[in-house]
């Protein structure tokens, strides 16, 4: 297949969520139960990696090739992980901006007439087709920093009109949501349903009579109102749906207050495995934080004049120290995959495919951004290899929709994607 | 598959350029917030004019040989590019060409290569080209996005409809751009309805509660501190007693533990003894101070259960004479003093309070001295809080209707009341009323009593678009607000509320678009206390007083409260500097500050202030004085434990100059130091200018910076500095037996920089440097005061109204109280 340039820049002119909408429906439709449920995660960590010690430049198996320096740490899962080199998110343009666009792919800058537009992530259309049969569609767990190197947004998830949806930030409000067991009966809520359908009743009344005396663009404002409120309404329809079916008990303990920044991301990590574990959700997306792990690492550095380690002979050796520190945490992750099961008695790392990654390479770069893979809930999908892609910059939404169709979502097209990658499957 | 084309990499390239880099400017390193800031920079900024000759030479030649009439590698000509961006093509085109040569692609590795001055000069100017191109072509034609109110206008809105003071911990910060007013910044998502709706359901409950709960009978309760400290006393002496008696009596170790289980063995018993004179000081004089006189020395604190919205009396009897008011306060807020004639032997002191609404509990505290005993504390209460005027809430709902059978009229009438308020009187139909009806007869369906009933209903109103959202009529044209309109927009810029009784009259009088009559409103406004919030949001979200908050302090200075003052240091300055309407000069140089005891000593200054701010005359010596020297500013200026000129550089271009730095373009090649040289901050920023992709932006930050190296990284006066102080080493955990540090080499603080063409030596010279440039300043506040108060980005489309306004101003010498005044009666103001 080869593709048109003109067709292409037409298309990115066109702004990329026009295109990736209409698709929605029919991805709903194709939806049907399926006996082995497959699970996606997503983990997204901002600011880059210390260029010459962490990147692999050699392509191979990892178990010819050896793991570098910042890599060491997920030698035991050298068969595992797949890492793609070659990738550029072209929709990213800012050097602070790990996370904006990395499961979006928008050029959140430079949509024309508007100041800032970000369009649908890889997470929510994964969840339309493998995220209908469980209590929550998605889980979109966040951090609150504002100095790691993600940019604008509240998670890594935006909804189908590019807004940013907003994350369960710590390990107490996740557990809550997922074992919290809610104090109100059926009947109650089902009062509470007619309650709300009641009140919406009311304001859409009120609102078609001011409606008239609104612009255009101040009615699309207050669409977003609407929405909101009527998924107050689908969320208790939901609610009534699984009522029958108890929250599932906790494999975990309950965490406490006052932790670390690194016990934090590793209680989120457990509660994770355990959401999956509990069939809670199939589709998790996790924006990582930095600053929080280094603090409870010993390590009081702002991430962003760590991601300048050129500058210090000892900001470099902090910058690989994180590196490992975080790829110690992405093997542990590992481990307690590979080590639970399912309800159905599949292993869990065996049903999953966890995804790592930024836009960010390293400093200011965001040419050749980190992609790691891993899991086995692609069988197509290959597995402890180093994948050096042909081309440079070859768009990170190729990468998405391949990894999207290798787990069943039958999409053809994704954001500013051109084709999937070949190279990434056996 | 994939692509398979001879000349990909190039196209590859263009298409990687096309998409990349188009930034809205932003942000100083580091700090990044849900929307990068958006320039308001003009084209008429400092940048100048283009000089579109010099641009043009650069890419004749070095790029036309290739990309030109003749030859167009890569179907990409650049002999006809027009300066004048005036689409988005053209955007990306620039764009395209700004990348490849941040990226140092081209020219091609084995053509001549531009001179670094040269690629300096084409690239900062092409940056700042698109920058104020992008602005040019995001602009909406001074579109005003309908926006929901903010967490301010949130608290003041409800508290105008409860009448009481609500916790700001209601609702969550909000997240924001440049200014939380703008609406098209604003995603409303299903998070923040269930924000709103928690904290409505919370304040509406709990009015309702105080409403509908019967007054209990008035009882009193005494709590007698005295008794547990004066028991232990004698415990304490009474077993001191036995103790010796036992030793003395040369009784078996066994048995003296049995009285003492601190006596450790034989011979700390010997011990004893010889110790027991000095050990027994203390436990007799407590002793013998509280021996049949009942008392307890000192501070204590005692929590009861009580009832919100009540007023109670406290009476505190002491029985030695004080030295002085002794404060007392009520669930952390002070309610007056113990005082009385001193030689009375026993005198009690009378004290009444009100309990909030939120008040479930009142925890009272005595801040007494050692040498002052107390002997009891009697509460008396629930009485009718006779300070309490019925608020319009209790007017709306009494205790009465809520106790009857109320039918549906009569509730749709009360209903109706409410809600006419809450959606600031731009009506409400019948239908919506009828609605909310049917959900409160589905309460009392549901068995709950009518109080009860109400929640959800009231819930719904506090909930609904008409009052989280300002309604601004429109057809999608601009227009001049209706003059109710007008009187909300008003009251919610100087106040964060809606408007008052007298505001909304005269604008249903349409009285208010008339100059004396606005005048004088803005004045009674702008002078009462409920402009403070007002004048403190603004401020501190124009110096962006959050990326203060997002240092990492010394411990030290964070315990000892260092931290809030510092924060709250500019908006103290500014609420004077605006009501006294002092010339905007004063924010780059003032011969005062406006500071608490703990900053007047973190200054050297010799002050001996009571509680809170004062404005305070500086002496000649001091270097303090405008905003630049405030502790918090030059702290946000610092990136570790050193002082950072580029982000000092940027809040200066970004606040005081109008001229926001673009934000860092990705893919440039990063600067390093070279191994083993200890250099100072100055030295390191300035490799910066090594490299022409860094220099073209760093050459108008840092030099600008460097003004500010008198000042360290905690913004205290230095003239040395140390070198190769860093950040990675001071803040990382000390390891166990580190090495001693070697003897710090220290150099004299060079702190001469330019601005563009205007350089300067020292401090003073950057601050009249700023000075000479205060006409940015101007423009900054007052497009930054608008931009606030009307709730959208400063278009071009603004310009010719904020220039003649401007030079109004300035021929009064910029007074910033008739700056804010200016900027509400202009026309863009009243405009949707």
Same mark, same amino acid.
């Given at each position: 297949?080869?593709?048109?340039?003109?067709?292409?820049?037409?298309?990115?002119?066109?702004?990329?969520?026009?295109?990736?909408?209409?698709?929605?429906?029919?991805?709903?439709?194709?939806?049907?139960?399926?006996?082995?449920?497959?699970?996606?995660?997503?983990?997204?960590?901002?600011?880059?990696?210390?260029?010459?010690?962490?990147?692999?430049?050699?392509?191979?198996?990892?178990?010819?090739?050896?793991?570098?320096?910042?890599?060491?740490?997920?030698?035991?899962?050298?068969?595992?992980?797949?890492?793609?080199?070659?990738?550029?998110?072209?929709?990213?343009?800012?050097?602070?901006?790990?996370?904006?666009?990395?499961?979006?792919?928008?050029?959140?800058?430079?949509?024309?007439?508007?100041?800032?537009?970000?369009?649908?992530?890889?997470?929510?259309?994964?969840?339309?087709?493998?995220?209908?049969?469980?209590?929550?569609?998605?889980?979109?767990?966040?951090?609150?920093?504002?100095?790691?190197?993600?940019?604008?947004?509240?998670?890594?998830?935006?909804?189908?009109?590019?807004?940013?949806?907003?994350?369960?930030?710590?390990?107490?409000?996740?557990?809550?949501?997922?074992?919290?067991?809610?104090?109100?009966?059926?009947?109650?809520?089902?009062?509470?349903?007619?309650?709300?359908?009641?009140?919406?009743?009311?304001?859409?009344?009120?609102?078609?009579?001011?409606?008239?005396?609104?612009?255009?663009?101040?009615?699309?404002?207050?669409?977003?109102?609407?929405?909101?409120?009527?998924?107050?309404?689908?969320?208790?329809?939901?609610?009534?749906?699984?009522?029958?079916?108890?929250?599932?008990?906790?494999?975990?303990?309950?965490?406490?207050?006052?932790?670390?920044?690194?016990?934090?991301?590793?209680?989120?990590?457990?509660?994770?495995?355990?959401?999956?574990?509990?069939?809670?959700?199939?589709?998790?997306?996790?924006?990582?934080?930095?600053?929080?792990?280094?603090?409870?690492?010993?390590?009081?550095?702002?991430?962003?004049?760590?991601?300048?380690?050129?500058?210090?002979?000892?900001?470099?050796?902090?910058?690989?120290?994180? +590196?490992?520190?975080?790829?110690?945490?992405?093997?542990?992750?590992?481990?307690?995959?590979?080590?639970?099961?399912?309800?159905?008695?599949?292993?869990?790392?065996?049903?999953?495919?966890?995804?790592?990654?930024?836009?960010?390479?390293?400093?200011?770069?965001?040419?050749?951004?980190?992609?790691?893979?891993?899991?086995?809930?692609?069988?197509?999908?290959?597995?402890?290899?180093?994948?050096?892609?042909?081309?440079?910059?070859?768009?990170?939404?190729?990468?998405?929709?391949?990894?999207?169709?290798?787990?069943?979502?039958?999409?053809?097209?994704?954001?500013?994607?051109?084709?999937?990658?070949?190279?990434?499957?056996? | 598959?994939?692509?398979?084309?001879?000349?990909?990499?190039?196209?590859?390239?263009?298409?990687?350029?096309?998409?990349?880099?188009?930034?809205?400017?932003?942000?100083?390193?580091?700090?990044?917030?849900?929307?990068?800031?958006?320039?308001?920079?003009?084209?008429?900024?400092?940048?100048?004019?283009? +000089?579109?000759?010099?641009?043009?030479?650069?890419?004749?030649?070095?790029?036309?040989?290739?990309?030109?009439?003749?030859?167009?590698?890569?179907?990409?000509?650049? +002999?006809?590019?027009?300066?004048?961006?005036?689409?988005?093509?053209?955007?990306?085109?620039?764009?395209?060409?700004?990348?490849?040569?941040?990226?140092?692609?081209?020219?091609?590795?084995?053509?001549?290569?531009?001179?670094?001055?040269?690629?300096? *000069?084409?690239?900062?100017?092409?940056?700042?080209?698109?920058?104020?191109?992008?602005?040019?072509?995001?602009?909406?034609?001074?579109?005003?996005?309908?926006?929901?109110?903010?967490?301010?206008?949130?608290?003041?809105?409800?508290?105008?409809?409860?009448?009481?003071?609500?916790?700001?911990?209601?609702?969550?910060?909000?997240?924001?751009?440049?200014?939380?007013?703008?609406?098209?910044?604003?995603?409303?998502?299903?998070?923040?309805?269930?924000?709103?709706?928690?904290?409505?359901?919370?304040?509406?409950?709990?009015?309702?509660?105080?409403?509908?709960?019967?007054?209990?009978?008035?009882?009193?309760?005494?709590?007698?501190?005295?008794?547990?400290?004066?028991?232990?006393?004698?415990?304490?002496?009474?077993?001191?007693?036995?103790?010796?008696?036992?030793?003395?009596?040369?009784?078996?170790?066994?048995?003296?533990?049995?009285?003492?289980?601190?006596?450790?063995?034989?011979?700390?018993?010997?011990?004893?003894?010889?110790?027991?004179?000095?050990?027994?000081?203390?436990?007799?004089?407590?002793?013998?101070?509280?021996?049949?006189?009942?008392?307890?020395?000192?501070? *204590?604190?005692?929590?009861?259960?009580?009832?919100?919205?009540?007023?109670?009396?406290?009476?505190?009897?002491?029985?030695?004479?004080?030295?002085?008011?002794?404060?007392?306060?009520?669930?952390?807020?002070?309610?007056?003093?113990?005082?009385?004639?001193?030689?009375?032997?026993?005198?009690?002191?009378?004290?009444?309070?009100?309990?909030?609404?939120?008040?479930?509990?009142?925890?009272?505290?005595?801040?007494?001295?050692?040498?002052?005993?107390?002997?009891?504390?009697?509460?008396?209460?629930?009485?009718?809080?006779?300070?309490?005027?019925?608020?319009?809430?209790?007017?709306?709902?009494?205790?009465?209707?809520?106790?009857?059978?109320?039918?549906?009229?009569?509730?749709?009438?009360?209903?109706?009341?409410?809600?006419?308020?809450?959606?600031?009187?731009?009506?409400?139909?019948?239908?919506?009323?009828?609605?909310?009806?049917?959900?409160?007869?589905?309460?009392?369906?549901?068995?709950?009593?009518?109080?009860?009933?109400?929640?959800?209903?009231?819930?719904?109103?506090?909930?609904?678009?008409?009052?989280?959202?300002?309604?601004?009529?429109?057809?999608?044209?601009?227009?001049?607000?209706?003059?109710?309109?007008?009187?909300?927009?008003?009251?919610?810029?100087?106040?964060?509320?809606?408007?008052?009784?007298?505001?909304?009259?005269?604008?249903?009088?349409?009285?208010?678009?008339?100059?004396?009559?606005?005048?004088?409103?803005?004045?009674?406004?702008?002078?009462?206390?409920?402009?403070?919030?007002?004048?403190?949001?603004?401020?501190?979200?124009?110096?962006?007083?959050?990326?203060?908050?997002?240092?990492?302090?010394?411990?030290?200075?964070?315990?000892?409260?260092?931290?809030?003052?510092?924060?709250?240091?500019?908006?103290?300055?500014?609420?004077?500097?605006?009501?006294?309407?002092?010339?905007?000069?004063?924010?780059?140089?003032?011969? *005062?500050?406006?500071?608490?005891?703990?900053?007047?000593?973190?200054?050297?200054?010799?002050?001996?202030?009571?509680?809170?701010?004062?404005?305070?005359?500086?002496?000649?010596?001091?270097?303090?004085?405008?905003?630049?020297?405030?502790?918090?500013?030059?702290?946000?200026?610092?990136?570790?434990?050193?002082?950072?000129?580029?982000?000092?550089?940027?809040?200066?271009?970004?606040? *005081?100059?109008?001229?926001?730095?673009?934000?860092?373009?990705?893919?440039?090649?990063?600067?390093?130091?070279?191994?083993?040289?200890?250099?100072?901050?100055?030295?390191?920023?300035?490799?910066?200018?090594?490299?022409?992709?860094?220099?073209?932006?760093?050459?108008?930050?840092?030099?600008?910076?460097?003004?500010?190296?008198?000042?360290?990284?905690?913004?205290?006066?230095?003239?040395?500095?140390?070198?190769?102080?860093?950040?990675?080493?001071?803040?990382?955990?000390?390891?166990?037996?580190?090495?001693?540090?070697?003897?710090?080499?220290?150099?004299?603080?060079?702190?001469?920089?330019?601005?563009?063409?205007?350089?300067?030596?020292?401090?003073?010279?950057?601050?009249?440097?700023?000075?000479?440039?205060?006409?940015?300043?101007?423009?900054?506040?007052?497009?930054?005061?608008?931009?606030?108060?009307?709730?959208?980005?400063?278009?071009?489309?603004?310009?010719?109204?904020?220039?003649?306004?401007?030079?109004?101003?300035?021929?009064?010498?910029?007074?910033?109280?008739?700056?804010?005044?200016?900027?509400?009666?202009?026309?863009?103001?009243?405009?949707?």
């Amino acid at each position: 297949m080869s593709i048109d340039i003109q067709n292409r820049r037409a298309f990115l002119k066109a702004g990329s969520t026009i295109l990736a909408l209409p698709l929605l429906d029919s991805i709903c439709e194709a939806q049907a139960a399926a006996p082995n449920p497959k699970r996606a995660l997503f983990i997204g960590f901002g600011f880059g990696c210390t260029e010459d010690t962490f990147f692999p430049t050699e392509a191979g198996r990892f178990s010819d090739i050896g793991m570098t320096q910042g890599m060491a740490p997920l030698k035991r899962h050298q068969n595992d992980i797949t890492m793609v080199s070659n990738l550029t998110n072209h929709g990213a343009s800012h050097p602070h901006s790990g996370s904006t666009s990395y499961l979006t792919g928008a050029n959140v800058y430079n949509t024309p007439g508007k100041k800032f537009h970000n369009s649908v992530s890889v997470d929510q259309l994964v969840a339309r087709k493998i995220g209908q049969d469980t209590r929550y569609p998605t889980l979109t767990l966040s951090d609150s920093a504002t100095q790691d190197g993600h940019g604008a947004g509240l998670s890594l998830a935006w909804s189908d009109k590019g807004h940013p949806i907003p994350g369960i930030t710590t390990p107490i409000d996740l557990y809550a949501q997922l074992f919290g067991q809610a104090k109100e009966s059926s009947q109650e809520r089902e009062f509470r349903l007619a309650q709300k359908r009641s009140i919406l009743d009311g304001v859409t009344s009120d609102f078609k009579s001011t409606k008239r005396k609104l612009s255009k663009n101040d009615q699309d404002k207050l669409e977003d109102y609407f929405q909101s409120v009527r998924q107050i309404e689908q969320n208790i329809s939901r609610e009534v749906e699984w009522a029958e079916t108890p929250k599932p008990k906790s494999p975990l303990r309950e965490p406490g207050e006052g932790m670390d920044g690194l016990r934090a991301v590793k209680t989120m990590h457990s509660l994770i495995v355990a959401a999956f574990q509990t069939d809670s959700t199939r589709v998790i997306t996790f924006r990582q934080p930095i600053g929080s792990v280094l603090l409870g690492h010993g390590l009081n550095l702002n991430p962003h004049s760590l991601s300048h380690y050129g500058l210090d002979p000892k900001r470099r050796e902090v910058s690989q120290v994180k +590196d490992r520190l975080f790829m110690e945490l992405l093997a542990s992750l590992i481990d307690q995959f590979k080590s639970k099961q399912d309800l159905n008695g599949q292993n869990l790392f065996e049903s999953s495919l966890i995804s790592y990654g930024s836009n960010l390479r390293s400093g200011h770069g965001i040419r050749g951004c980190p992609a790691i893979y891993t899991g086995g809930a692609a069988e197509k999908l290959k597995r402890g290899e180093h994948i050096v892609l042909p081309e440079q910059d070859t768009p990170l939404a190729n990468y998405w929709l391949t990894l999207m169709q290798q787990i069943g979502v039958p999409l053809e097209q994704f954001s500013h994607s051109t084709g999937t990658l070949d190279e990434m499957v056996s | 598959m994939f692509l398979r084309l001879r000349n990909w990499r190039l196209k590859m390239s263009n298409y990687v350029m096309r998409l990349t880099s188009l930034n809205i400017p932003a942000v100083a390193v580091g700090v990044l917030t849900l929307f990068a800031r958006p320039a308001i920079a003009a084209p008429d900024s400092t940048a100048g004019p283009l +000089d579109t000759a010099a641009l043009s030479s650069f890419l004749e030649t070095h790029c036309v040989k290739c990309h030109g009439e003749d030859k167009q590698k890569g179907d990409i000509r650049l +002999d006809q590019l027009d300066f004048q961006i005036k689409e988005h093509s053209a955007v990306t085109e620039w764009q395209d060409i700004l990348d490849v040569l941040n990226t140092n692609e081209m020219p091609p590795e084995d053509e001549t290569q531009p001179p670094t001055e040269e690629l300096t *000069f084409f690239i900062g100017a092409i940056t700042d080209n698109i920058t104020s191109a992008h602005k040019r072509l995001a602009a909406t034609g001074g579109k005003i996005s309908m926006r929901h109110l903010t967490k301010r206008e949130y608290l003041g809105s409800m508290e105008d409809l409860f009448g009481i003071e609500l916790p700001r911990t209601l609702l969550p910060d909000d997240v924001s751009g440049e200014f939380d007013t703008i609406g098209a910044d604003q995603f409303f998502s299903l998070k923040q309805y269930e924000n709103f709706y928690k904290a409505g359901k919370e304040v509406i409950g709990k009015n309702l509660l105080a409403i509908a709960s019967p007054l209990p009978k008035p009882t009193t309760l005494r709590h007698d501190p005295e008794i547990v400290p004066a028991e232990a006393a004698k415990a304490a002496y009474e077993k001191m007693i036995k103790v010796k008696a036992l030793i003395e009596a040369g009784a078996p170790f066994s048995e003296i533990v049995k009285v003492d289980p601190k006596v450790a063995d034989e011979g700390q018993a010997k011990l004893f003894i010889a110790r027991y004179d000095k050990r027994s000081v203390k436990p007799i004089a407590n002793y013998e101070k509280t021996k049949g006189k009942k008392g307890v020395s000192g501070s *204590f604190r005692y929590t009861v259960e009580s009832r919100p919205r009540s007023s109670y009396e406290l009476k505190i009897v002491a029985l030695e004479a004080l030295e002085g008011d002794v404060e007392v306060s009520v669930n952390g807020k002070s309610v007056g003093a113990v005082n009385f004639e001193p030689g009375q032997s026993k005198t009690s002191t009378e004290l009444t309070f009100s309990t909030s609404i939120f008040d479930s509990e009142i925890t009272i505290e005595v801040e007494g001295r050692k040498n002052e005993v107390y002997d009891s504390v009697a509460l008396s209460g629930p009485f009718e809080d006779k300070q309490n005027k019925p608020t319009f809430f209790e007017k709306v709902v009494s205790r009465e209707a809520l106790n009857s059978d109320a039918s549906d009229d009569e509730i749709a009438a009360m209903l109706k009341r409410f809600t006419e308020r809450a959606f600031r009187y731009q009506g409400v139909s019948d239908e919506y009323i009828a609605e909310l009806v049917k959900v409160y007869r589905l309460e009392i369906a549901a068995g709950k009593d009518a109080a009860a009933s109400l929640v959800e209903p009231l819930t719904a109103v506090v909930t609904a678009p008409a009052f989280l959202y300002l309604k601004e009529k429109n057809d999608g044209t601009r227009r001049i607000l209706s003059q109710q309109e007008f009187a909300i927009r008003m009251a919610y810029f100087l106040w964060g509320t809606p408007p008052d009784r007298e505001l909304y009259d005269l604008a249903a009088s349409n009285g208010l678009y008339d100059d004396d009559a606005v005048r004088s409103q803005f004045e009674r406004m702008l002078g009462s206390n409920k402009a403070d919030v007002f004048l403190t949001d603004f401020i501190n979200q124009w110096a962006d007083i959050n990326r203060f908050d997002e240092i990492d302090l010394p411990v030290k200075l964070i315990r000892n409260g260092f931290e809030t003052s510092a924060r709250q240091e500019i908006s103290e300055f500014f609420k004077v500097l605006v009501r006294e309407n002092h010339s905007l000069n004063h924010l780059i140089d003032s011969d *005062f500050v406006v500071v608490d005891e703990k900053l007047a000593q973190y200054y050297g200054l010799k002050t001996d202030l009571a509680e809170g701010f004062e404005k305070v005359t500086l002496p000649e010596s001091s270097p303090r004085g405008g905003m630049l020297t405030q502790a918090a500013f030059l702290i946000t200026g610092s990136s570790g434990a050193r002082t950072s000129p580029t982000i000092r550089g940027t809040l200066i271009r970004e606040k *005081f100059l109008n001229d926001a730095p673009p934000p860092p373009p990705p893919n440039v090649p990063a600067v390093e130091n070279p191994k083993g040289q200890k250099l100072t901050v100055k030295q390191l920023v300035d490799r910066h200018q090594n490299v022409a992709q860094c220099a073209s932006c760093h050459d108008k930050i840092d030099p600008i910076g460097y003004g500010l190296e008198n000042f360290d990284y905690l913004g205290n006066w230095r003239t040395e500095e140390v070198l190769g102080g860093d950040d990675s080493d001071k803040k990382t955990k000390k390891k166990k037996g580190a090495k001693a540090k070697p003897a710090l080499e220290k150099v004299a603080v060079d702190a001469s920089g330019y601005l563009k063409d205007q350089p300067f030596e020292d401090f003073e010279g950057l601050q009249q440097v700023l000075l000479k440039n205060r006409d940015r300043l101007a423009l900054s506040l007052y497009e930054s005061l608008l931009s606030y108060g009307i709730g959208r980005d400063i278009e071009f489309v603004d310009d010719a109204e904020i220039q003649k306004k401007l030079s109004d101003l300035k021929s009064q010498d910029y007074p910033l109280k008739e700056m804010i005044f200016t900027v509400m009666t202009s026309r863009t103001f009243a405009t949707k």
